[in-house]
Protein backbone atom coordinates (compact mmCIF):
# COMPACT_ATOMS: atom_id res chain seq x y z
CA UNK A 1 0.00 0.00 0.00
CA UNK A 2 1.69 3.32 -0.96
CA UNK A 3 -0.74 5.02 1.03
CA UNK A 4 -2.74 3.91 3.94
CA UNK A 5 -4.69 5.30 6.71
CA UNK A 6 -5.56 4.01 9.83
CA UNK A 7 -8.24 4.38 12.49
CA UNK A 8 -8.72 7.68 11.64
CA UNK A 9 -11.19 10.15 13.28
CA UNK A 10 -11.69 13.84 13.58
CA UNK A 11 -14.24 16.51 14.83
CA UNK A 12 -14.75 19.73 14.36
CA UNK A 13 -16.77 21.12 17.38
CA UNK A 14 -19.72 18.68 18.03
CA UNK A 15 -19.56 17.55 14.23
CA UNK A 16 -17.83 14.75 13.69
CA UNK A 17 -16.05 14.45 10.24
CA UNK A 18 -14.25 11.31 10.21
CA UNK A 19 -15.58 8.24 12.09
CA UNK A 20 -12.99 5.61 12.23
CA UNK A 21 -11.70 5.93 8.56
CA UNK A 22 -9.31 3.26 7.55
CA UNK A 23 -8.37 2.26 4.20
CA UNK A 24 -5.02 1.77 1.53
CA UNK A 25 -4.31 2.82 -1.99
CA UNK A 26 -1.92 0.89 -4.14
CA UNK A 27 0.72 3.01 -5.78
CA UNK A 28 0.06 4.51 -9.49
CA UNK A 29 -3.84 3.68 -9.03
CA UNK A 30 -6.49 6.61 -9.64
CA UNK A 31 -8.82 6.70 -6.39
CA UNK A 32 -12.27 8.46 -6.52
CA UNK A 33 -13.78 9.52 -2.54
CA UNK A 34 -17.55 9.73 -3.34
CA UNK A 35 -19.77 10.69 -1.22
CA UNK A 36 -22.48 13.84 -0.74
CA UNK A 37 -21.45 16.94 0.61
CA UNK A 38 -20.89 16.64 4.18
CA UNK A 39 -19.81 12.94 4.43
CA UNK A 40 -16.26 14.26 5.19
CA UNK A 41 -14.71 13.12 2.04
CA UNK A 42 -12.79 16.59 1.64
CA UNK A 43 -12.08 16.19 5.58
CA UNK A 44 -9.76 13.24 4.32
CA UNK A 45 -8.18 14.66 1.53
CA UNK A 46 -7.23 17.53 3.46
CA UNK A 47 -5.64 14.99 6.67
CA UNK A 48 -3.20 13.39 3.61
CA UNK A 49 -2.11 16.58 2.26
CA UNK A 50 -1.30 17.71 5.58
CA UNK A 51 -3.90 20.66 5.71
CA UNK A 52 -5.44 19.34 8.70
CA UNK A 53 -4.48 17.12 11.70
CA UNK A 54 -6.48 13.87 12.49
CA UNK A 55 -7.71 13.33 16.24
CA UNK A 56 -6.33 10.25 16.44
CA UNK A 57 -5.17 7.51 14.08
CA UNK A 58 -1.90 7.27 11.60
CA UNK A 59 -1.67 8.53 7.98
CA UNK A 60 0.89 6.78 6.35
CA UNK A 61 2.50 7.97 3.35
CA UNK A 62 5.26 5.38 1.50
CA UNK A 63 5.57 3.53 4.52
CA UNK A 64 6.46 6.35 6.68
CA UNK A 65 3.97 7.72 9.17
CA UNK A 66 3.61 11.20 8.09
CA UNK A 67 1.75 12.57 10.86
CA UNK A 68 3.88 15.19 12.06
CA UNK A 69 5.13 15.77 8.81
CA UNK A 70 4.67 19.30 7.62
CA UNK A 71 2.36 20.04 4.23
CA UNK A 72 5.23 21.44 2.66
CA UNK A 73 7.55 18.47 3.31
CA UNK A 74 4.95 15.69 2.12
CA UNK A 75 5.83 15.73 -1.36
CA UNK A 76 1.91 16.04 -2.63
CA UNK A 77 0.66 17.78 -5.04
CA UNK A 78 -3.08 19.37 -4.40
CA UNK A 79 -5.79 20.85 -6.41
CA UNK A 80 -8.47 22.94 -4.91
CA UNK A 81 -11.72 23.12 -6.08
CA UNK A 82 -11.60 26.91 -6.43
CA UNK A 83 -8.10 26.08 -8.11
CA UNK A 84 -6.62 28.75 -6.13
CA UNK A 85 -4.57 30.10 -8.70
CA UNK A 86 -2.62 32.86 -7.54
CA UNK A 87 -4.64 35.77 -9.81
CA UNK A 88 -1.63 38.50 -9.52
CA UNK A 89 0.82 35.51 -11.50
CA UNK A 90 1.18 34.64 -15.19
CA UNK A 91 0.22 30.88 -15.71
CA UNK A 92 4.37 30.63 -15.91
CA UNK A 93 4.76 32.12 -12.48
CA UNK A 94 2.03 29.83 -11.22
CA UNK A 95 3.39 27.00 -12.52
CA UNK A 96 7.26 27.60 -11.94
CA UNK A 97 6.03 29.01 -7.89
CA UNK A 98 6.64 25.51 -6.24
CA UNK A 99 10.03 24.59 -7.95
CA UNK A 100 11.52 28.81 -7.39
CA UNK A 101 10.37 28.09 -3.72
CA UNK A 102 12.11 24.97 -4.25
CA UNK A 103 15.40 26.72 -5.41
CA UNK A 104 15.51 24.95 -8.32
CA UNK A 105 18.03 26.73 -11.35
CA UNK A 106 16.38 28.85 -13.68
CA UNK A 107 16.89 27.01 -17.04
CA UNK A 108 15.69 23.62 -14.89
CA UNK A 109 12.63 25.90 -13.78
CA UNK A 110 12.03 27.40 -17.48
CA UNK A 111 12.35 23.59 -19.28
CA UNK A 112 10.01 22.18 -16.90
CA UNK A 113 7.19 24.34 -17.14
CA UNK A 114 7.06 25.18 -20.44
CA UNK A 115 7.23 21.11 -20.60
CA UNK A 116 3.95 20.93 -18.40
CA UNK A 117 2.80 23.99 -20.38
CA UNK A 118 3.07 21.60 -23.31
CA UNK A 119 1.81 18.77 -21.78
CA UNK A 120 -1.44 20.19 -20.66
CA UNK A 121 -2.51 21.94 -23.87
CA UNK A 122 -1.60 25.20 -22.84
CA UNK A 123 1.12 26.61 -25.41
CA UNK A 124 0.54 30.23 -25.84
CA UNK A 125 -0.84 31.02 -22.94
CA UNK A 126 2.34 31.27 -20.23
CA UNK A 127 1.99 35.00 -19.81
CA UNK A 128 -2.40 34.91 -19.39
CA UNK A 129 -3.46 35.95 -15.76
CA UNK A 130 -5.75 33.46 -14.22
CA UNK A 131 -9.09 35.93 -14.55
CA UNK A 132 -7.96 35.60 -18.41
CA UNK A 133 -8.79 31.92 -18.93
CA UNK A 134 -11.88 29.74 -18.95
CA UNK A 135 -13.01 27.40 -16.38
CA UNK A 136 -11.54 24.39 -17.83
CA UNK A 137 -8.13 26.16 -18.50
CA UNK A 138 -7.62 27.36 -15.09
CA UNK A 139 -8.08 23.40 -14.04
CA UNK A 140 -5.21 22.39 -15.98
CA UNK A 141 -2.89 25.13 -14.90
CA UNK A 142 -4.08 23.88 -11.55
CA UNK A 143 -2.80 20.50 -12.00
CA UNK A 144 0.30 21.72 -14.09
CA UNK A 145 1.47 23.85 -10.98
CA UNK A 146 0.45 20.71 -8.66
CA UNK A 147 2.63 18.24 -11.17
CA UNK A 148 5.35 21.05 -11.35
CA UNK A 149 7.30 19.45 -7.88
CA UNK A 150 6.95 16.06 -9.10
CA UNK A 151 4.58 15.43 -6.11
CA UNK A 152 4.93 11.43 -5.06
CA UNK A 153 0.67 11.65 -4.62
CA UNK A 154 -1.77 13.97 -5.89
CA UNK A 155 -4.38 15.08 -4.60
CA UNK A 156 -7.62 16.67 -6.45
CA UNK A 157 -10.47 18.36 -4.68
CA UNK A 158 -13.38 18.29 -6.52
CA UNK A 159 -11.33 19.23 -10.03
CA UNK A 160 -14.84 19.58 -12.13
CA UNK A 161 -17.10 21.39 -9.59
CA UNK A 162 -16.75 24.56 -11.16
CA UNK A 163 -16.87 23.44 -14.69
CA UNK A 164 -19.48 23.71 -17.28
CA UNK A 165 -21.10 20.44 -18.23
CA UNK A 166 -19.36 19.52 -21.93
CA UNK A 167 -15.85 20.90 -20.84
CA UNK A 168 -16.73 18.33 -17.71
CA UNK A 169 -17.20 15.60 -19.51
CA UNK A 170 -13.55 16.46 -21.75
CA UNK A 171 -11.77 17.31 -19.07
CA UNK A 172 -12.73 13.91 -17.00
CA UNK A 173 -10.92 11.77 -19.67
CA UNK A 174 -8.14 14.41 -20.57
CA UNK A 175 -7.14 13.69 -16.46
CA UNK A 176 -7.55 9.90 -16.71
CA UNK A 177 -5.17 9.81 -19.75
CA UNK A 178 -2.68 12.24 -18.07
CA UNK A 179 -2.67 10.43 -14.78
CA UNK A 180 -2.27 7.21 -16.59
CA UNK A 181 0.53 8.33 -18.39
CA UNK A 182 2.42 9.59 -15.65
CA UNK A 183 1.86 7.01 -13.66
CA UNK A 184 1.39 9.43 -10.47
CA UNK A 185 -0.68 8.25 -7.32
CA UNK A 186 -3.84 9.94 -7.39
CA UNK A 187 -7.19 11.08 -4.89
CA UNK A 188 -9.82 12.93 -6.15
CA UNK A 189 -12.84 13.73 -4.44
CA UNK A 190 -16.28 14.25 -5.93
CA UNK A 191 -20.00 13.84 -4.95
CA UNK A 192 -21.11 12.94 -8.76
CA UNK A 193 -21.49 9.08 -9.16
CA UNK A 194 -21.20 9.38 -12.74
CA UNK A 195 -17.71 11.10 -12.52
CA UNK A 196 -16.24 8.46 -9.68
CA UNK A 197 -17.24 5.23 -12.25
CA UNK A 198 -16.06 6.93 -15.39
CA UNK A 199 -12.59 8.07 -13.85
CA UNK A 200 -11.84 6.35 -10.84
CA UNK A 201 -9.79 2.56 -11.11
CA UNK A 202 -11.41 2.56 -7.61
CA UNK A 203 -14.20 4.10 -5.77
CA UNK A 204 -14.41 5.02 -1.91
CA UNK A 205 -17.58 5.42 -0.78
CA UNK A 206 -18.07 8.05 2.16
CA UNK A 207 -20.75 8.63 4.51
CA UNK A 208 -21.86 10.68 7.39
CA UNK A 209 -17.68 10.31 8.35
CA UNK A 210 -17.30 6.31 7.76
CA UNK A 211 -16.63 4.50 4.90
CA UNK A 212 -19.09 2.55 3.34
CA UNK A 213 -17.46 0.40 0.93
CA UNK A 214 -14.41 0.40 -1.40
CA UNK A 215 -14.07 -1.68 -4.76
CA UNK A 216 -13.75 -0.83 -8.14
CA UNK A 217 -16.58 1.05 -9.97
CA UNK A 218 -18.34 -2.32 -11.61
CA UNK A 219 -17.86 -4.11 -8.18
CA UNK A 220 -19.86 -0.81 -5.93
CA UNK A 221 -22.35 -0.15 -8.63
CA UNK A 222 -23.48 -3.99 -9.03
CA UNK A 223 -22.94 -5.43 -5.54
CA UNK A 224 -23.52 -2.49 -2.95
CA UNK A 225 -22.79 -3.57 0.63
CA UNK A 226 -24.83 -1.02 2.28
CA UNK A 227 -28.25 0.57 2.04
CA UNK A 228 -27.18 4.16 1.41
CA UNK A 229 -24.25 2.85 -1.33
CA UNK A 230 -27.05 1.18 -2.98
CA UNK A 231 -30.02 4.23 -3.17
CA UNK A 232 -26.57 6.46 -4.04
CA UNK A 233 -26.44 5.14 -7.47
CA UNK A 234 -28.92 6.14 -10.51
CA UNK A 235 -31.53 8.13 -9.56
CA UNK A 236 -33.43 5.30 -8.32
CA UNK A 237 -37.14 5.22 -6.87
CA UNK A 238 -37.25 3.90 -3.33
CA UNK A 239 -40.43 2.33 -1.79
CA UNK A 240 -41.14 -0.11 1.39
CA UNK A 241 -42.99 -3.20 0.42
CA UNK A 242 -41.32 -5.45 -2.33
CA UNK A 243 -43.98 -7.81 -1.57
CA UNK A 244 -46.26 -5.58 -4.34
CA UNK A 245 -44.17 -6.81 -7.05
CA UNK A 246 -44.21 -10.35 -7.78
CA UNK A 247 -42.00 -12.68 -8.56
CA UNK A 248 -38.95 -11.83 -6.38
CA UNK A 249 -37.11 -14.14 -3.57
CA UNK A 250 -38.64 -13.53 -0.04
CA UNK A 251 -36.05 -12.33 2.28
CA UNK A 252 -38.03 -11.39 5.45
CA UNK A 253 -38.81 -8.11 7.13
CA UNK A 254 -37.06 -5.31 4.72
CA UNK A 255 -36.57 -1.47 5.38
CA UNK A 256 -36.57 -0.58 1.85
CA UNK A 257 -36.93 -1.59 -1.91
CA UNK A 258 -34.46 0.29 -4.39
CA UNK A 259 -35.30 0.03 -8.10
CA UNK A 260 -32.63 1.43 -10.58
CA UNK A 261 -34.15 3.17 -13.91
CA UNK A 262 -31.90 0.54 -15.48
CA UNK A 263 -33.28 -2.56 -14.36
CA UNK A 264 -36.85 -1.97 -15.39
CA UNK A 265 -38.39 -2.41 -19.07
CA UNK A 266 -41.45 -0.24 -19.98
CA UNK A 267 -43.55 -1.82 -23.03
CA UNK A 268 -46.51 -0.31 -24.87
CA UNK A 269 -49.14 -2.76 -24.95
CA UNK A 270 -48.86 -3.15 -29.17
CA UNK A 271 -45.45 -4.47 -28.06
CA UNK A 272 -44.19 -7.70 -27.22
CA UNK A 273 -42.92 -8.05 -23.47
CA UNK A 274 -40.77 -11.00 -23.23
CA UNK A 275 -41.96 -12.03 -19.64
CA UNK A 276 -45.22 -11.27 -20.25
CA UNK A 277 -46.30 -13.31 -17.49
CA UNK A 278 -44.13 -11.20 -14.68
CA UNK A 279 -44.75 -8.15 -15.85
CA UNK A 280 -47.12 -5.56 -14.06
CA UNK A 281 -49.08 -2.90 -15.55
CA UNK A 282 -48.97 0.83 -15.07
CA UNK A 283 -50.35 4.13 -15.90
CA UNK A 284 -47.45 6.81 -17.02
CA UNK A 285 -47.90 9.60 -15.01
CA UNK A 286 -45.35 11.88 -16.04
CA UNK A 287 -43.05 11.97 -19.38
CA UNK A 288 -39.55 14.22 -18.82
CA UNK A 289 -37.37 14.92 -21.70
CA UNK A 290 -34.01 13.75 -20.16
CA UNK A 291 -31.68 14.27 -23.50
CA UNK A 292 -30.51 11.47 -23.68
CA UNK A 293 -33.85 9.77 -23.70
CA UNK A 294 -37.47 9.99 -22.09
CA UNK A 295 -37.28 9.36 -18.30
CA UNK A 296 -41.15 7.90 -17.41
CA UNK A 297 -42.35 8.08 -14.10
CA UNK A 298 -45.06 5.12 -13.90
CA UNK A 299 -48.18 4.15 -11.38
CA UNK A 300 -47.57 0.53 -10.40
CA UNK A 301 -49.37 -1.03 -7.66
CA UNK A 302 -49.74 2.47 -5.93
CA UNK A 303 -45.86 2.77 -6.28
CA UNK A 304 -43.98 5.89 -8.51
CA UNK A 305 -40.97 3.66 -10.49
CA UNK A 306 -38.64 6.04 -12.59
CA UNK A 307 -38.31 4.49 -16.10
CA UNK A 308 -36.19 5.07 -19.17
CA UNK A 309 -37.15 4.54 -22.72
CA UNK A 310 -35.28 5.75 -25.96
CA UNK A 311 -36.12 7.82 -28.99
CA UNK A 312 -36.12 5.35 -31.02
CA UNK A 313 -38.83 3.51 -29.42
CA UNK A 314 -42.52 4.24 -30.31
CA UNK A 315 -43.50 7.26 -27.93
CA UNK A 316 -45.34 6.79 -24.87
CA UNK A 317 -47.70 9.39 -23.57
CA UNK A 318 -49.12 10.47 -20.17
CA UNK A 319 -52.22 8.82 -19.26
CA UNK A 320 -50.99 5.53 -20.87
CA UNK A 321 -51.30 2.31 -19.66
CA UNK A 322 -47.71 -0.06 -19.77
CA UNK A 323 -46.56 -3.52 -18.78
CA UNK A 324 -43.36 -3.21 -16.49
CA UNK A 325 -40.88 -5.70 -16.36
CA UNK A 326 -38.81 -4.70 -13.24
CA UNK A 327 -35.33 -6.89 -13.57
CA UNK A 328 -33.48 -6.63 -10.35
CA UNK A 329 -34.41 -4.74 -6.93
CA UNK A 330 -32.16 -4.26 -4.17
CA UNK A 331 -33.98 -4.80 -0.85
CA UNK A 332 -32.63 -3.08 2.10
CA UNK A 333 -32.76 -4.72 5.95
CA UNK A 334 -30.96 -2.34 8.40
CA UNK A 335 -27.79 -2.17 7.02
CA UNK A 336 -27.75 -5.11 4.62
CA UNK A 337 -28.50 -5.08 0.96
CA UNK A 338 -30.21 -7.97 -0.33
CA UNK A 339 -29.66 -8.00 -4.38
CA UNK A 340 -33.17 -10.03 -5.85
CA UNK A 341 -33.31 -10.96 -9.22
CA UNK A 342 -36.57 -11.64 -10.75
CA UNK A 343 -37.54 -14.84 -11.08
CA UNK A 344 -38.49 -14.89 -14.32
CA UNK A 345 -34.71 -14.60 -15.85
CA UNK A 346 -33.96 -17.73 -14.56
CA UNK A 347 -37.01 -19.79 -16.12
CA UNK A 348 -36.95 -21.14 -19.73
CA UNK A 349 -38.92 -18.75 -21.85
CA UNK A 350 -41.83 -19.41 -24.34
CA UNK A 351 -42.24 -16.95 -26.92
CA UNK A 352 -45.52 -17.10 -28.33
CA UNK B 1 -41.46 61.25 -23.04
CA UNK B 2 -43.80 60.03 -20.50
CA UNK B 3 -44.48 61.60 -16.86
CA UNK B 4 -42.04 59.29 -15.16
CA UNK B 5 -38.74 59.96 -16.73
CA UNK B 6 -39.88 63.52 -16.84
CA UNK B 7 -39.75 63.31 -13.28
CA UNK B 8 -36.65 61.42 -12.35
CA UNK B 9 -34.96 63.63 -14.70
CA UNK B 10 -36.32 66.51 -12.49
CA UNK B 11 -34.66 64.43 -9.17
CA UNK B 12 -31.83 63.90 -10.80
CA UNK B 13 -31.07 67.43 -11.53
CA UNK B 14 -32.53 68.28 -8.10
CA UNK B 15 -30.24 66.10 -6.18
CA UNK B 16 -27.18 66.86 -8.43
CA UNK B 17 -28.08 70.47 -7.80
CA UNK B 18 -28.28 70.19 -3.94
CA UNK B 19 -24.97 68.14 -4.26
CA UNK B 20 -23.16 70.77 -5.90
CA UNK B 21 -24.16 73.57 -4.21
CA UNK B 22 -23.83 71.86 -0.27
CA UNK B 23 -20.27 71.68 -1.97
CA UNK B 24 -19.78 75.12 -2.77
CA UNK B 25 -21.01 76.89 0.35
CA UNK B 26 -19.80 74.13 2.75
CA UNK B 27 -16.27 73.21 1.10
CA UNK B 28 -15.08 75.86 -1.91
CA UNK B 29 -16.08 78.75 -0.34
CA UNK B 30 -14.28 78.25 2.91
CA UNK B 31 -11.22 77.05 1.11
CA UNK B 32 -10.95 79.93 -1.33
CA UNK B 33 -11.71 82.69 1.58
CA UNK B 34 -8.24 80.36 3.12
CA UNK B 35 -6.32 81.58 0.36
CA UNK B 36 -8.10 84.88 -0.33
CA UNK B 37 -6.74 86.13 3.68
CA UNK B 38 -3.78 84.59 3.18
CA UNK B 39 -2.89 86.87 0.60
CA UNK B 40 -4.91 89.57 1.64
CA UNK B 41 -1.53 91.82 2.83
CA UNK B 42 0.45 90.51 -0.33
CA UNK B 43 3.18 88.06 -1.51
CA UNK B 44 5.97 89.15 0.91
CA UNK B 45 3.25 89.05 4.06
CA UNK B 46 2.49 85.85 3.13
CA UNK B 47 5.85 84.24 2.83
CA UNK B 48 7.36 85.98 5.93
CA UNK B 49 4.78 83.73 7.64
CA UNK B 50 5.22 81.19 6.12
CA UNK B 51 9.05 80.67 6.62
CA UNK B 52 8.74 81.70 9.67
CA UNK B 53 10.93 79.77 12.35
CA UNK B 54 7.55 78.89 14.83
CA UNK B 55 5.96 78.04 11.22
CA UNK B 56 8.77 75.86 9.76
CA UNK B 57 9.04 74.00 13.50
CA UNK B 58 5.44 73.52 13.18
CA UNK B 59 5.52 71.67 9.63
CA UNK B 60 8.06 69.87 10.71
CA UNK B 61 6.43 68.20 13.84
CA UNK B 62 3.63 67.88 11.98
CA UNK B 63 5.40 65.46 9.63
CA UNK B 64 7.30 63.78 12.11
CA UNK B 65 4.53 62.70 13.93
CA UNK B 66 2.67 61.83 10.54
CA UNK B 67 5.52 59.77 9.71
CA UNK B 68 5.87 57.61 13.12
CA UNK B 69 1.73 57.32 13.01
CA UNK B 70 1.84 56.08 9.32
CA UNK B 71 4.61 53.51 10.14
CA UNK B 72 3.18 52.42 13.22
CA UNK B 73 -0.20 52.10 12.23
CA UNK B 74 1.03 50.43 9.18
CA UNK B 75 2.74 47.35 11.09
CA UNK B 76 -0.71 47.67 13.61
CA UNK B 77 -3.26 47.78 10.61
CA UNK B 78 -1.60 44.71 8.62
CA UNK B 79 -1.12 42.38 12.21
CA UNK B 80 -4.55 43.43 12.92
CA UNK B 81 -6.31 42.92 9.89
CA UNK B 82 -4.42 39.53 9.24
CA UNK B 83 -4.68 38.14 12.84
CA UNK B 84 -8.61 39.27 11.97
CA UNK B 85 -9.23 37.37 8.57
CA UNK B 86 -6.87 34.61 8.65
CA UNK B 87 -7.25 33.18 12.44
CA UNK B 88 -10.01 32.32 14.88
CA UNK B 89 -9.48 33.29 18.04
CA UNK B 90 -10.70 34.16 21.45
CA UNK B 91 -11.55 38.08 21.81
CA UNK B 92 -11.73 38.36 18.07
CA UNK B 93 -15.33 40.40 18.31
CA UNK B 94 -13.63 42.40 21.34
CA UNK B 95 -10.80 43.44 19.34
CA UNK B 96 -13.05 44.28 15.92
CA UNK B 97 -15.07 46.18 17.79
CA UNK B 98 -12.01 47.98 19.94
CA UNK B 99 -10.23 49.14 16.65
CA UNK B 100 -12.89 51.50 15.75
CA UNK B 101 -13.40 52.99 18.80
CA UNK B 102 -11.12 56.09 18.50
CA UNK B 103 -13.27 56.90 15.37
CA UNK B 104 -16.33 56.59 17.74
CA UNK B 105 -14.79 58.79 20.62
CA UNK B 106 -13.77 61.97 20.72
CA UNK B 107 -10.20 63.25 20.26
CA UNK B 108 -10.39 65.90 22.84
CA UNK B 109 -11.36 63.11 25.39
CA UNK B 110 -8.44 60.67 24.19
CA UNK B 111 -5.87 63.77 24.54
CA UNK B 112 -7.44 63.85 28.28
CA UNK B 113 -7.18 59.72 28.25
CA UNK B 114 -3.55 59.82 27.90
CA UNK B 115 -3.29 63.08 29.98
CA UNK B 116 -4.27 60.79 32.75
CA UNK B 117 -2.13 58.15 31.89
CA UNK B 118 0.77 59.47 31.75
CA UNK B 119 0.41 63.08 33.17
CA UNK B 120 1.56 63.73 37.08
CA UNK B 121 -1.80 62.49 38.71
CA UNK B 122 -0.47 59.09 36.84
CA UNK B 123 0.92 56.17 38.73
CA UNK B 124 2.84 55.64 35.90
CA UNK B 125 4.36 59.53 36.58
CA UNK B 126 7.61 58.00 38.63
CA UNK B 127 8.48 55.90 36.76
CA UNK B 128 8.26 57.45 33.50
CA UNK B 129 10.27 60.46 35.33
CA UNK B 130 12.94 58.11 36.58
CA UNK B 131 13.59 56.63 32.93
CA UNK B 132 13.40 60.47 31.84
CA UNK B 133 10.78 59.31 29.53
CA UNK B 134 8.80 62.95 29.08
CA UNK B 135 4.97 62.03 27.32
CA UNK B 136 2.70 64.79 28.17
CA UNK B 137 3.53 68.23 26.86
CA UNK B 138 6.38 66.96 24.54
CA UNK B 139 6.63 65.37 21.32
CA UNK B 140 6.16 61.65 22.31
CA UNK B 141 2.46 62.87 23.17
CA UNK B 142 1.87 64.07 20.24
CA UNK B 143 2.71 61.29 18.22
CA UNK B 144 1.56 59.09 20.80
CA UNK B 145 -2.39 61.05 19.89
CA UNK B 146 -1.45 60.94 16.37
CA UNK B 147 -1.38 57.03 16.58
CA UNK B 148 -4.14 56.85 18.84
CA UNK B 149 -7.06 58.81 16.61
CA UNK B 150 -5.67 57.17 13.21
CA UNK B 151 -5.26 53.88 13.95
CA UNK B 152 -8.54 52.05 12.53
CA UNK B 153 -7.32 53.72 9.22
CA UNK B 154 -5.52 51.24 7.53
CA UNK B 155 -6.95 47.99 9.35
CA UNK B 156 -9.93 49.29 8.18
CA UNK B 157 -9.04 49.40 4.59
CA UNK B 158 -7.56 45.86 4.39
CA UNK B 159 -10.11 43.90 6.35
CA UNK B 160 -13.18 43.82 3.52
CA UNK B 161 -10.09 43.11 1.21
CA UNK B 162 -8.84 40.02 2.84
CA UNK B 163 -11.75 38.68 4.07
CA UNK B 164 -13.31 38.54 0.50
CA UNK B 165 -10.46 36.68 -0.62
CA UNK B 166 -10.51 33.60 1.95
CA UNK B 167 -7.34 31.37 2.15
CA UNK B 168 -7.00 29.11 -0.57
CA UNK B 169 -4.34 30.96 -2.64
CA UNK B 170 -2.31 31.43 0.82
CA UNK B 171 -3.13 27.35 1.73
CA UNK B 172 -1.58 26.36 -2.17
CA UNK B 173 1.26 28.24 -1.63
CA UNK B 174 2.14 26.73 1.82
CA UNK B 175 1.75 23.59 0.64
CA UNK B 176 4.51 24.29 -2.46
CA UNK B 177 6.50 24.85 0.62
CA UNK B 178 6.62 28.67 1.04
CA UNK B 179 7.22 30.48 4.01
CA UNK B 180 5.24 32.93 6.03
CA UNK B 181 7.14 36.24 4.94
CA UNK B 182 7.42 34.93 0.85
CA UNK B 183 3.31 33.99 0.79
CA UNK B 184 2.66 37.52 2.33
CA UNK B 185 5.41 39.38 -0.15
CA UNK B 186 4.01 37.12 -3.51
CA UNK B 187 0.35 36.10 -2.66
CA UNK B 188 -1.54 38.37 -0.02
CA UNK B 189 -0.03 41.69 -0.34
CA UNK B 190 -0.40 41.81 -4.70
CA UNK B 191 -4.39 41.55 -3.77
CA UNK B 192 -4.42 44.20 -1.18
CA UNK B 193 -1.69 46.53 -2.49
CA UNK B 194 -4.07 49.16 -3.81
CA UNK B 195 -6.57 48.87 -0.61
CA UNK B 196 -3.30 49.64 1.79
CA UNK B 197 -2.04 52.35 -0.20
CA UNK B 198 -5.36 53.78 0.25
CA UNK B 199 -5.69 53.39 3.90
CA UNK B 200 -1.95 54.88 4.34
CA UNK B 201 -3.13 57.68 2.27
CA UNK B 202 -6.23 57.98 4.10
CA UNK B 203 -3.90 57.96 7.68
CA UNK B 204 -1.90 60.50 6.45
CA UNK B 205 -4.30 62.99 5.90
CA UNK B 206 -6.30 61.99 9.36
CA UNK B 207 -2.80 62.50 10.64
CA UNK B 208 -1.84 65.64 9.36
CA UNK B 209 -4.49 67.30 10.61
CA UNK B 210 -5.27 66.06 13.95
CA UNK B 211 -6.13 69.11 16.57
CA UNK B 212 -8.24 67.69 19.24
CA UNK B 213 -6.05 64.91 21.13
CA UNK B 214 -2.75 66.52 20.46
CA UNK B 215 -4.19 70.16 21.40
CA UNK B 216 -4.63 68.34 25.24
CA UNK B 217 -1.29 66.50 25.52
CA UNK B 218 0.73 69.33 23.24
CA UNK B 219 0.92 72.16 25.75
CA UNK B 220 0.72 74.11 22.95
CA UNK B 221 5.13 75.15 23.41
CA UNK B 222 5.62 77.57 21.00
CA UNK B 223 8.76 75.97 18.21
CA UNK B 224 8.70 72.82 20.90
CA UNK B 225 4.83 70.96 20.42
CA UNK B 226 3.28 73.14 18.12
CA UNK B 227 1.81 71.09 15.37
CA UNK B 228 0.67 73.16 12.13
CA UNK B 229 -3.13 72.92 13.14
CA UNK B 230 -1.63 73.90 16.71
CA UNK B 231 -0.12 76.47 15.25
CA UNK B 232 -2.91 78.27 13.55
CA UNK B 233 -5.21 78.10 16.25
CA UNK B 234 -2.43 80.36 18.21
CA UNK B 235 -1.69 83.15 15.45
CA UNK B 236 -5.98 83.11 15.36
CA UNK B 237 -5.95 83.66 18.85
CA UNK B 238 -3.38 86.26 18.81
CA UNK B 239 -5.51 88.32 16.05
CA UNK B 240 -2.30 87.67 13.71
CA UNK B 241 -5.18 86.67 10.82
CA UNK B 242 -2.64 87.42 7.62
CA UNK B 243 0.04 84.34 9.52
CA UNK B 244 -3.06 82.46 10.85
CA UNK B 245 -4.33 81.85 7.06
CA UNK B 246 -1.30 81.66 5.85
CA UNK B 247 -0.24 78.93 7.58
CA UNK B 248 -3.72 77.54 7.02
CA UNK B 249 -3.05 77.53 3.31
CA UNK B 250 -0.06 75.36 4.16
CA UNK B 251 -1.83 72.51 5.49
CA UNK B 252 -4.47 72.81 2.65
CA UNK B 253 -2.21 72.66 0.26
CA UNK B 254 -0.78 69.24 1.73
CA UNK B 255 -4.49 68.15 2.10
CA UNK B 256 -4.49 68.64 -1.95
CA UNK B 257 -1.61 66.98 -2.81
CA UNK B 258 -3.14 64.02 -0.68
CA UNK B 259 -6.17 63.78 -2.27
CA UNK B 260 -4.45 63.72 -5.63
CA UNK B 261 -2.65 61.15 -4.33
CA UNK B 262 -5.99 59.01 -3.18
CA UNK B 263 -7.48 59.68 -6.62
CA UNK B 264 -4.81 58.19 -8.62
CA UNK B 265 -4.37 55.48 -6.12
CA UNK B 266 -7.19 54.80 -7.13
CA UNK B 267 -8.01 55.21 -10.14
CA UNK B 268 -4.93 52.93 -11.06
CA UNK B 269 -6.24 50.27 -8.52
CA UNK B 270 -9.82 50.42 -10.44
CA UNK B 271 -8.02 49.49 -14.13
CA UNK B 272 -5.48 47.26 -12.29
CA UNK B 273 -7.94 44.91 -10.54
CA UNK B 274 -10.86 44.85 -13.60
CA UNK B 275 -7.85 43.92 -16.26
CA UNK B 276 -6.96 40.95 -13.55
Same mark, same amino acid.
Given at each position: ??????N????????????????????????????????????????????????????????K????????????????????????M????N? @???????????????????????????????????S???G???????????????????????????????????????????? @????????????????????????????K??????????????????????????????????????????????????????????T??????????????G????????????????????????????????????????????????????????P????????????? | ???????????????I????????????????????? @?????????K???????????????V????????????????????????????????????????????????????L????????????????I???????????????????????????????????????????? @??????????????????F???????????????GA???????????????????????????????????????????????????????????????
Amino acid at each position: MYVELKNINKSFGNFKASNDVSFGIEKGKLIGLLGPSGSGKTTILRMIAGLETPDSGDIIVNDKVVNNVPASKRGIGFVFQSYALFRYMTVFDNI @AFGLKIQKVPENEIKERVLELVKLTGLSGLENRYPSQLSGGQRQRVAFARALAPNPKLLLLDEPFAAIDAKVRHELRHWLKEMI @AKLGVTSIFVTHDQDEAIEVADEIIIMNKGGIDQIGNPLEVYSNPKTAFVASFFGQPSIFKDYNKFRRFDPVGEVDQVIVRPEFVKVTKKTETQKYQNSAEEGVVTDVAFRGTGLELTILVNGENITARRRFDQAPIEVGEKVDVFIYRIFATAGDKVYPLENQSLREPVVVI | MNKETTSSKVTKWVLISISFIFIALMLLLPLITVIIE @AFKQGWDVYKQAVVDDYTVHAVLLTVEATVFAVIINTVFGLSAAWSLTKFNFKGKKILTTLIDLPVTVSPIIAGLIFLLTFGRQSPLFPILQDLDIKIVFAVPGIVLATIFVTFPFISRELIPVLESRGNDEEEAAALMG @AGGFTIFRKVTFPHIKWAFLYGVVLCTARAMGEFGAVSVLSGHLRGKTNTLPLHVEILFNEFQYVPAFAVASILVVMAIIILILRSVIEYTGMRKSNVR
